[in-house]
C-alpha cells in the first residue's frame, strides 16, 4: 500500500482493494483539492508506455465491439452485479464519507 501524509486516504484505499504501488514514483503529486495537501507521488509514463496503452485499449475495444450487443449487455450486467454485491459496504462506506451520509444510506445507493 502507498504511504502517504494522511491516513485517511491509506484507509479508503486499503477498503477499495487499490494499491498504488505500481504506480508510485515522483512525477505526479496526488492533492487534495480543498488544502493542496500531498496524499501520493505517482510517476508519470513515457510518450511510447503511453501509445503501447492506448493501442492495447484500441485493440481491446475492437474486439468488445465485435461482440454481439446482447452478449455485451449480458457481461456487463453480471460483472456489475458480481462487482457491486462483493463491494457493496467499501463503495458505500465511500458513497457515505463523500456525501456526508450514513452507511446504510451508500449501501443502498450501490444497489442504484
Not at 11 to 33: C, K, M, N, S
Not at 88 to 101: D, E, P
Request: glycine content about 6%; some cysteine; charged content about 20%.
Amino acid at each position: 500500500m502507498t504511504s502517504s501524509s494522511t491516513p485517511l486516504f491509506d484507509t479508503v484505499l486499503q477498503q477499495l482493494d487499490l494499491d498504488l504501488a505500481p504506480w508510485r514514483g515522483q512525477g505526479l503529486a496526488v492533492r487534495a483539492p480543498r488544502d493542496g495537501t500531498a496524499y501520493a507521488q505517482l510517476s508519470s509514463h513515457t510518450p511510447v508506455q503511453a501509445q503501447a496503452l492506448i493501442d492495447g485499449a484500441h485493440a481491446a475495444f475492437l474486439q468488445w465491439r465485435n461482440t454481439p450487443a446482447p452478449v455485451r449487455g449480458e457481461l456487463v450486467r453480471l460483472a456489475w452485479a458480481r462487482n457491486c454485491a462483493s463491494t457493496k459496504k467499501r463503495w458505500g462506506c465511500r458513497y457515505s464519507w463523500r456525501r456526508a451520509r450514513y452507511a446504510p444510506r451508500g449501501w443502498a445507493r450501490c444497489r442504484k
